[in-house]
């Protein structure tokens, strides 16, 4: 058997220290030691730099971000201004919202790719209105349309409004004297067959941010008041021999209390086929996914002192 010199010794202690400084980093590496010098495996870092020492010079020159759920960070969108059609909300006229007034996010989940999901921590200053059986079919994917511009070049893999996990964008026009649309395929999560239904595809962003907020509460941007939000989902109900509901759900504060909701876009008749066609409008809170390796430059991670992305 080999003996262990105190020279092998003192490698292992560097392997074991550096092991834990690159694990408090959120850089996770296999350590070498070996006698002449000390590497290891950047397989999984992102690292370029194979040598321990040139591969913490990496990480100190370049900040590599080391956001994990609950920290805030800034970014400012690209677009500030953007019309949001008639033809997408069934409402009576454009309407115009500015994404780059939300500036400020917080991380409500690491993937294990490298990617990061933050939400924004207040609510758009506008509200987005919703009307009648085209605000119903073509809710979902209007409000990712909206979601869209909240992109940031260099930054954003990808953006989302606050509940969508997949629902169906845009539901087939109303079909047959009922004027009911065609609902999506069951067992998606989000059929409405008869009765009072909605998806459930939106809980997994419920989840996420009630987890780090512990409520889904959030302030229009600019002010201390808390106000509505969409959530990406719909709801429908049936109330037998008199009416069915077209819905979109809400995030509902009122009289100091919170809790989802709807907002009633279209009511059917059963009695007499007329339709009760109405307005539903609230603010919107928009989802950002942000690319791998993003770096900071500075900041500490609170609302007060948020990170600044490089």
Same mark, same amino acid.
């Given at each position: ?61 370049? =900040? ?85 511009? &909240? ?28 004027? =009911? ?36 509460? +959030? ?9 509505? &939000? ?5 709801? =429908?109900?049936?109330? +037998? ?70």
């Amino acid at each position: 058997m080999n003996k262990i010199t105190k020279r092998d010794v003192k490698f292992i202690i560097v392997g074991i220290v550096l092991g834990l400084i690159f694990a408090g980093t959120g850089v996770y590496a296999a350590i070498l030691y070996q006698s002449s010098d000390v590497s290891y495996d950047n397989s999984n870092s992102g690292l370029s730099s194979t040598n321990v020492q040139a591969a913490l010079d990496e990480l100190y020159n370049n =900040h590599y971000l080391p956001l994990g759920p609950g920290d805030r960070f800034t970014l400012v969108p690209d677009s500030n201004s953007y019309t949001i059609s008639t033809s997408l909300t069934g409402y009576s006229s454009n309407q115009t919202i500015n994404p780059n007034e939300l500036t400020l996010w917080r991380v409500i989940k690491k993937n294990s790719d490298g990617t990061i999901e933050a939400i924004s921590e207040y609510v758009s200053s506008a509200t987005v209105c919703f009307y009648g059986m085209t605000g119903y079919t073509k809710f979902v994917g209007t409000l990712q349309t909206i979601a869209e511009q &909240y992109a940031k070049t260099g930054y954003t893999q990808s953006t989302r409004c606050s509940g969508y996990d997949g629902q169906t964008l845009v539901l087939s026009n109303p079909v047959s004297t009922e004027n =009911h649309p065609v609902t999506p395929t069951s067992g998606t999560g989000e059929e409405f067959d008869g009765g009072a239904g909605g998806d459930t595809l939106y809980l997994k962003d419920y989840l996420l941010i009630n987890n780090i907020y512990e409520t889904l509460n +959030a302030n229009k941007v600019g002010t201390n008041s808390i106000t509505n &939000y969409w959530l990406s989902s719909r709801y =429908h109900t049936y109330y +037998a021999g008199q009416s069915y509901l077209y819905s979109g759900r809400i995030w509902y504060y009122y009289n100091n209390s919170s809790f989802i909701s709807n907002s009633t876009f279209n009511d059917w008749r059963e009695k007499d086929g007329g339709n009760g066609e109405t307005s539903g409008c609230s603010g919107f809170r928009p989802i950002i996914t942000l690319k791998p390796n993003i770096r900071i430059s500075s900041g500490g991670g609170t609302k007060t002192n948020p990170y600044i992305l490089k």
